[in-house]
């Protein structure tokens, strides 16, 4: 098994950035990606950005260049840096990490005002 934490989220005006950052603990030697995804209200959760075991990332197309998937290994932590936040970015952003099957985070609140 493997447990993350978030943290990070907040409110922030629109044009701002925020960092957000996924802590793992347990069997983290088995993690073959993670990822950062998203939840507005009503909407289904999707995908933000992962970032592989070998280090390989990947965006939604729609946040390319706004949004910066990272990791420090040595302290097994993923972040998001969002720049230029849009109302629209609002969401809950949930860590995932994928082993055999994905475990999530409790996930981190992000609201951008207009």
């Known amino acids: 098994q493997v447990q993350l934490v978030e943290s990070g989220g907040g409110l922030v005006q629109a044009g701002g950035s925020l960092r957000l950052s996924c802590a793992a603990s347990?069997?983290?030697?088995?993690?073959?990606?993670m990822g950062w995804y998203r939840q507005a209200p009503g909407k289904q959760r999707e995908l933000v950005a992962t970032?592989?075991?070998?280090?390989?990332?990947n965006y939604a197309d729609s946040l390319k260049g706004r949004f910066t998937i990272s990791r420090d290994m040595s302290k097994n932590t993923v972040y998001l840096q969002m720049n230029s936040l849009k109302p629209e970015d609002t969401a809950v952003y949930y860590c995932?990490?994928?082993?055999?099957?994905?475990?999530w985070g409790q996930g981190t609140q992000v609201t951008v005002s207009s």
């Open positions: 970032i592989t075991s070998g280090g390989i990332t």
């Open positions: 995932g990490a994928t082993l055999y099957r994905i475990y």
């Open positions: 347990g069997n983290i030697f088995k993690i073959n990606a």
